[in-house]
Structure formats: C-alpha cells, structure tokens
C-alpha cells in the first residue's frame, strides 16, 4: 500500500488537510454526493462522513468525521483511501488521460524534489493502478476530471485499459 510519506509535524503545523471549504472539492472521493462504486482501494474501512468543523484563524468548514482534531491524525490511517494516501499527489484527468498531479498548496510540494514524487507516482502506478480492472478505472473518471486544477504540475501519465504501458 502506498502511502505518501508527510512528516507528521509538518501536517499538525499546517492542518490544512481532512478539513474542507467546499465538500466538493478535494474531500475523499468516497464522500463525494452521487459517486459510483468506488474501488476498494479507494473506500476507507467503514463510512466516513463530513461534519461542521473549523479550520485554520477559526474558520468555519468540514471536517472528515474520521479525523482525530486534537492531534491531527487520521484515525483510519493505515487503511484511508488511495486518495488519501496519495496527497499531495491528486488522480487528475487532464486531456483525456489520468494523471498523477502534484498539489503545490501543500508545503510538502515545495520541500521535496520533483523526483522523491515521480519515485512515490511510480510505486502507485505499478502496485496499485496497475492492478485496478478495467471497470474500476472507468468509475474513476469523472472524479478525476473534476479534480484537476490549472496550478497542478502532471507528475506521471497513469495508462487506461487498452492503452499502451509506459516502461
Ligand atoms: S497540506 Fe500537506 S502538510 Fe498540510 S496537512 Fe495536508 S499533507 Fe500535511
Ligand atoms: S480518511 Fe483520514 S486522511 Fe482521509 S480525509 Fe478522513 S481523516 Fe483525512
């Protein structure tokens, strides 16, 4: 399983994540309104939900129900969904191709080479999407259309079925 190695200092000192303005954006897939049957890899362990929370200087926003506030940490870690994992790497859909992008809004982002991320975009791709069927992948589309933003920088092409695979 792959899971993005963010110093947890880091995440507590900026805690910006599992909390969100809009519940349409950047939530885990699995919470989103109206989403198909995800992947199992994409679904936490049990139902998580958003519910009214505060964010940074106190502002109101949602808070995954699964996050344990007081020490920011995620308290299904270890088994949170692929999306999850990934960040600050983002599943996108760009130009009629998944990518794997990075979030540049995530201090993370700025502190590692470009490199560290293509390493980690690799081990997703091979252990991970790789194994994913063909119909798992299809379900991911519109949700990775939807996530794509101008300021992500495209890390690794993630192939769909029936497409060649890149070495
Ligand atoms: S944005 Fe990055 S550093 Fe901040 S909490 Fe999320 S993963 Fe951690
Ligand atoms: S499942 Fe865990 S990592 Fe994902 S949003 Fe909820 S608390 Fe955060």
């Keep these: 399983m792959v899971v993005l190695p963010v110093p947890g200092d880091l995440c507590r000192e900026c ?16 919470v989103r309104p109206g989403q198909p049957p ?11 939900s958003l519910v009214p929370g505060t964010g940074r200087m106190d502002l109101p926003v949602v808070v995954c129900d699964s996050l344990e506030a007081d020490v920011s940490r995620c308290g299904v870690w270890g088994e949170h969904p692929a999306d999850c994992r990934l960040y600050p790497l983002v599943i996108v859909r760009r130009n009629g191709a998944f990518y794997l ?67």
């Design 38 to 48: 995800l992947p199992a890899s994409f679904r936490p362990p049990g139902p998580i």
């Design 15 to 30: 805690g910006l994540c599992c909390r969100f303005s809009d519940p349409e954006v950047l939530t885990p897939w699995a």
């Design 101 to 167: 992008a990075l979030d540049p809004d995530c201090p993370f982002s700025a502190r590692m080479p470009l490199s560290f991320f293509e390493g980690w975009a690799t081990r997703f791709r091979t252990e991970e999407w790789d194994h994913l069927s063909s119909s798992e992948i299809l379900t991911l589309r519109e949700l990775a259309q939807a996530e794509d933003r101008p300021q992500y920088r495209a890390v690794l092409l993630l192939p769909e079925p029936g497409s060649p695979r890149p070495s």
